[in-house]
């Protein structure tokens, strides 16, 4: 299998594994009132560090959250878990060129 089939077959079972996820789970008004208000929190934290880019980031941060609260996971467990994902992303992409190359030598 190449890579790119690979890549494909992984982001399958990703998406697999977020359906599955949240499947069964439902929400009543109060608690789709709660998640909304966290995504306006952890979107308002990242957007005052820069991180935030549009929409699209905004799709993302619900679909995390709504599985984090499939999960059984409490909102401050969820808003802290948003927000450490979408922080690490941001750090790997602005360093991912600027790995140090490690020294070496031809023995």
Known sequence: MSQGEMK???NAENVRA???ATR???FSPEALETLER???DVWSELAAEGVADGHALRNRLAQKLIVFACQGRAD???RQLLL???RNETLAALHAGHVPAK???AA
């Open 24 to 26: 069964r789970c439902g």
């Open 8 to 10: 494909v077959a992984l």
């Open 76 to 78: 401050s467990q969820a």
């Open 18 to 20: 977020v359906h599955a």
């Open 103 to 105: 020294p070496w030598t």
């Open 84 to 86: 450490r994902t979408f």
């Open 38 to 40: 966290t995504i306006d």
